[in-house]
C-alpha cells in the first residue's frame, strides 16, 4: 500500500482540509500519509496545533497512520536548524525540508543545513552535491523522489547519484490537489522511469516504512 509522507491541505497552499485529504488517501489505498505544509517562522506555530489536533480526532476513524508533519520552505539555511527543532517541539512526527528544486530560487545551503539539522526528508534535492549525498547517507535522510511537475525534472540525477553513493530515496506525491494522490503502482512506474532498476523497489519503499515506525516508536 502507498505511503506519502509529504502533502499540503489548506493551511498552506493545498485544497483540501486535513480531514478530507485523509479520507481520500485512505479510499485511494494508502497505508500513511503525513500532512506538511510549508512553513517559516511566520507560521509554524498556528499550523501544526491545527494539524496535530485534525490528526488526534480523526485517528480513531480511519484505517491509516496520519502523521502530523512540516515542510520547511525557502528558509534561509542558518534558520533551519532551530525551525526543525521548534517544529519537532510543536508536534510535528514528520519533518521535511523544501529542497534544492531547479525549478525554484530555493537558498544554496539548504539542502546541506537539511542535512546537517537532521530533517526526516529532503524533498526534490535537484542536483544535489556529492558530499550531500554522502552526508544524508551517514545521517539517513532520505532523499525524495517526487510525483510532483517540476520538481521532478531532477529525478533522474537524484536517483542515479543516490544510488551510486548509497543514499537512502523515498517517493512522495507532494500534493496540493485530490487528483495528486497516487496508487502505489504509479508510484512504482514514477520510481522505474526515473531509471531505478525493479529490484531495488522494494528498499525504496521499505525506507519510508522504517522512518514511520521510528517515528511511531519515538512517541
Ligand atoms: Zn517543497
Ligand atoms: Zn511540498
Do not use: W
Not at 491541505?9 to 481520500?24: A, H, M, Q, Y
Not at 539517513?140 to 544510488?163: M, Q
Not at 522494494?202 to 522512518?211: M, P, R, V
Request: with cysteine; glycine share 6%.
Amino acid at each position: 500500500m502507498m505511503i506519502d509522507l509529504h502533502t499540503h491541505t489548506v493551511f498552506s497552499d493545498g485544497e483540501l482540509i486535513p480531514f478530507e485529504l485523509i479520507r481520500r488517501a485512505e479510499a485511494i489505498g494508502y497505508s500513511a500519509l503525513a500532512i506538511t505544509d510549508h512553513m517559516d517562522a511566520s507560521n509554524i506555530d498556528l499550523i501544526i496545533p491545527r494539524v496535530v489536533k485534525a490528526v488526534q480526532k480523526m485517528r480513531s476513524y480511519v484505517s491509516i497512520d496520519v502523521l502530523p508533519g512540516a515542510e520547511i520552505t525557502h528558509a534561509p539555511p542558518e534558520l533551519i536548524p532551530e525551525l526543525i527543532k521548534e517544529a519537532r517541539h510543536l508536534g510535528a512526527k514528520i519533518v521535511v525540508v523544501h529542497g534544492e528544486t531547479i525549478v525554484e530560487p530555493v537558498l544554496k545551503g539548504t539542502n546541506r543545513a537539511a542535512i546537517e539539522a537532521g530533517a526526516d526528508i529532503l524533498s526534490h534535492p535537484g542536483l544535489i552535491s556529492i558530499e550531500d549525498l554522502l552526508l544524508a547517507k551517514e545521517k539517513n535522510v532520505l532523499l525524495e523522489i517526487t510525483a510532483r511537475k517540476g520538481h521532478s525534472l531532477a529525478n533522474g540525477y537524484v536517483a542515479k547519484e543516490a544510488i551510486r553513493f548509497g543514499a537512502p530515496l523515498c517517493i512522495n506525491t507532494d500534493s496540493h490537489s485530490p487528483s495528486d494522490l497516487i496508487t502505489k503502482e504509479t508510484a512504482r512506474k514514477i520510481l522505474l522511469a526515473a531509471g531505478i532498476e525493479e529490484n531495488r523497489i522494494d528498499s525504496i519503499f521499505e525506507n519510508a516504512k522504517f522512518l514511520i515506525d521510528k517515528v511511531l516508536r519515538r512517541n
